[in-house]
């Protein structure tokens, strides 16, 4: 292995700690002695240092912006409150939705069956006896007036026979 390319792998392995500029990390001294040698380097780590620059600059300012002492503990001691007490947490249970989409087909399904079996049919045959049992008044013919054409004509469907 040539000399160049291990020290290349020492830019490589402290660049981010040089990046930084935090005191507390030390660069080795063959880090900066490869960076006075080397153009390519020296290039390359100068566009790096611009771009961490830009990104340092775009961070929100921390100082002051803490929660108060307590904080986490108060939200998640809401939270819970807040699960526990609420009647919709029923419906966000999946197992509970399964069951409830269950039984509401199982009684759709026997509802139905009942609504179906207890339909009596309508017997046809009892309306025409009912009408011919009562006397009808005489009716003029169709077109002596509104109210008589009505029920000359309900007579006429009812006692109609195939």
Known sequence: MREEDAM???IREHLEEYLE????????PDFHAHLRECRDCRVMVGRMQVQADLVRGLR???????????????VAMRIE?????????VFSDPVFGKVLVFASLAAFVLLG???ISSERSYAHRDAPMMLI???????ELVGSGPEQDRQAVLVTLASYEE
Do not use: K
């Open 133 to 139: 049992a009562q006397e009808p008044p005489e009716y």
């Open 81 to 89: 409150a807040e699960r526990a007490a609420s009647f919709w947490n």
């Open 21 to 28: 500029g935090d005191p507390r990390h030390r660069v080795p």
């Open 8 to 10: 290349h792998g020492v």
């Open 113 to 115: 069956g009942y609504l």
């Open 60 to 74: 929100c300012p921390t100082e002051g912006l803490d929660p108060a002492v307590g904080f986490y503990a108060r």
